[in-house]
């Protein structure tokens, strides 16, 4: 199949895919932020029973409830890309999606059909308390829901807890435990989390600020910010923390991705960090030479990368051309030795499953056994997915696309920790009806807030190509072998689709904020 | 009244009362019957569900997909 595949199949299954999770991507977080926000400004109403805040609840709750109606089943379309595109890889990754999956539409369905219609609906027909705990479990259901699939989406970026079955070509899970609570995935979750509640903060600030700027609704809106200015401050500190944590993460599993977000490409112990910089294109598409500066320009932060990769100002960082060419003296093998052992994994699972169709017993018994042996699996299968590429360079994500993107996001989200704590600063003092600057600065970050999301899905996603499953699968061997010309017929479909339903979503929402807070 | 008329009474009214998701409800029912009858119906068949019959088959063809490459290193 391999052979004969036609590539633009799997560039154009890829841009299907990254187009749908992107706008995928542009609702879940508003409905994983501005749930708890909503509980919050709930519960003040709960406690002082003051009906101002139950005013500014019904009205968030409003968007919300837009933002969750139109998103709803979006991600539903990726499951069928795994069907139809990436047939190959739905089957492979097997159980270990399966199980996630499955409890995460459980959880979604029951927890948000129930607890969701009381909340929209049950104002004055349920108790207050009853309310306030539908809010409250609106909030953590649709947070529990992202879990399972950030959960497989982690196993993905680091595949753990599953046994390989060459009989079913199937990965069976071994233990639920270490997929679910694997490090990766913890720290996935919380950082995908707290972008999503960074998000429902600058939202509430955003149109608080178009309100203010109006001269409408003035106490609302302060009221408001000040609670979105608490719950951003916390959640951005939070956003950086976690980040941290991903970028450990990233540098223990996945050392090619770290140096593209860094744009390192010869490793060194006291690795710098890149502050700002410029790419140079020519330099980086040149590998003939191994010149370890691709930088046009550059700013620098000695022992930076060190430090955002290993807590350790003198680690050492490997860079692109040392992932390639290996590093024997620190137990690292070259991409060369990694392709022969992928290929060795490959052609042991061919001669097994052409002993078993000649009905060769012993023979495919012993191929089994050498297949499935520690040792095997350990230094052979562990490459399964490298057998798969000629040459090591083919092993190099976008770099310029990853280091951009990486950098966007640091940027951004330091960006949003400043714009909080003068928000709360600004509330605090009484002044945030002085300061116009500030209204068209809480604005422009809405847009931001979102670059700075997709921005980060960019660095996960771009940074581990050309890996589906690092390390197991390339995108070359995932895909389905269709003709390309059914997947750019689908592609338009959904730009058009999804336009026209991202455009429905803002007018109407724009709409519904012109209206503003009912008296 | 019971408790699964109480139930649909609640849903029903509360669809009833909303006053601000006609146009929603409208893109969400659009969406939905394009995902649905038109996207899964027609262009999204489940490529191993819709050309094999059993597992084994599926497993089958999977491996030869995965297993089929140029092994010489040329």
Redesign the interface.
């Known amino acids: 199949?391999?052979?004969t595949l036609d590539l633009s199949t799997v560039d154009w299954s890829r841009a299907q895919f990254a187009l749908t999770a992107m706008y995928h991507w542009l609702f879940v977080p508003l409905t994983l932020g501005i749930t708890f926000l909503l509980a919050i400004m709930e519960t003040i109403y709960y406690k002082t029973g003051n009906e101002k805040w139950k005013k500014a609840t019904i009205f968030w709750m409003?968007l919300f409830?837009?933002n969750f109606?139109?998103g709803?089943?979006t991600g539903?379309?990726l499951e069928?890309?795994f069907?139809?595109n990436w047939?190959?890889y739905?089957?492979?990754v097997g159980d270990i999606f399966g199980a996630p999956l499955a409890i995460e539409g459980m959880l979604a369905f029951f927890m948000e059909s129930t607890f969701i219609?009381v909340m929209?609906?049950?104002w004055n027909?349920v108790s207050k308390g009853y309310h306030l705990a539908a809010t409250w479990l609106t909030a953590i259901g649709a947070n529990l829901s992202a879990l399972w699939i950030l959960i497989a989406n982690a196993w993905m970026q680091n595949p753990v807890g599953m046994q390989f079955n060459?009989?079913?070509?199937?990965n069976e899970m071994v233990n639920f435990w270490d997929v679910a609570l694997s490090p990766m995935a913890a720290n996935k979750v919380v950082h995908t989390i707290g972008s999503g509640l960074v998000t429902g903060s600058i939202f509430i600030l955003g149109i608080s600020c178009w309100f203010l700027l109006r001269k409408r609704e003035i106490g609302f809106a302060k009221r408001s910010i000040l609670v979105a200015s608490i719950f951003g401050l916390i959640s951005s500190l939070f956003l950086a923390a976690t980040g941290d944590g991903s970028g450990q993460m990233v540098a223990k599993h996945q050392p090619m991705k770290f140096a593209a977000m860094e744009g390192l490409y010869r490793g060194q112990e006291g690795a710098p960090l890149i502050a700002l910089g410029v790419l140079s294109n020519d330099k980086v598409k040149d590998h003939s030479t191994r010149d370890a500066d691709k930088f046009a320009f550059k700013l620098e932060i000695p022992k930076g990368g060190s430090m955002l990769a290993f807590h350790d100002a003198n680690a050492y960082v490997p860079g692109v051309y040392d992932i390639l060419d290996g590093v024997p003296e620190r137990g690292m093998l070259s991409t060369t030795e990694k392709?022969e052992r992928g290929?060795e994994a490959?052609?042991t699972?061919?001669e097994y499953?052409k002993a078993k169709r000649s009905k060769k017993t012993e023979e495919a018994a012993v191929l089994r056994d050498k297949f499935m042996s520690k040792s095997f699996q350990e230094n052979y299968f562990k490459y399964f997915g490298y057998?798969?590429f000629?040459n090591p360079e083919d092993i190099i994500p976008n770099v310029p696309l990853v280091f951009y993107s990486f950098h966007i996001m640091v940027a951004l989200g330091s960006f949003f920790i400043v714009l909080f704590g003068l928000a709360l600063f600004l509330s605090l003092k009484g002044q945030i009806t002085k300061h116009k600057w500030f209204y068209y600065l809480s604005l422009l970050s809405l847009p931001l807030v979102y670059v700075a999301g997709e921005a980060g899905w960019v660095v996960a996603e771009v940074g581990r190509q050309p890996w589906v499953i690092q390390d197991l699968m390339p995108t070359i061997?995932a895909v389905?072998?269709?003709d390309s010309s059914?997947v750019v017929?689908?592609f338009c479909?959904f730009a058009i689709?999804f336009t026209f339903?991202l455009i429905?979503?803002i007018m109407?929402m724009v709409?519904?904020i012109k209206i503003g807070p009912k008296q | 009244m019971n408790i699964f008329k109480r139930v649909f009474q609640?849903?029903y009214?509360?669809?009833k009362?909303?006053t601000?998701?006609k146009?929603?409800?409208a893109?969400?029912l659009v969406?939905?019957f394009?995902?649905f009858f038109v996207?899964?119906l027609f262009?999204?068949?489940?490529?191993?569900?819709t050309e094999f019959t059993t597992?084994q088959e599926?497993?089958?063809h999977?491996?030869?997909?995965?297993?089929?490459?140029?092994?010489d290193?040329k």
Not at chain 1, 166 to 170: H, K, L, Q, Y
Not at chain 2, 62 to 71: A, E, G, S, Y
């Open positions: 199949m391999i052979e409003k409830g837009i109606a139109i709803v089943s539903i379309i069928f890309e069907g139809t047939s190959n739905s089957w492979f219609a929209f609906f049950g027909k060459p009989d079913t070509a199937r392709i290929r490959i052609l699972l061919k499953k057998g798969y000629k061997a389905t072998n269709i059914a017929v689908t479909l689709v339903l429905a979503e109407i709409k519904q | 609640f849903y009214q509360g669809f009362s909303m601000w998701g146009q929603a409800w893109v969400i969406k939905l394009v995902m996207l899964k262009f999204f068949p489940n490529k191993l569900n597992d599926r497993s089958s999977v491996i030869d997909n995965l297993t089929n490459i140029q092994t290193n």
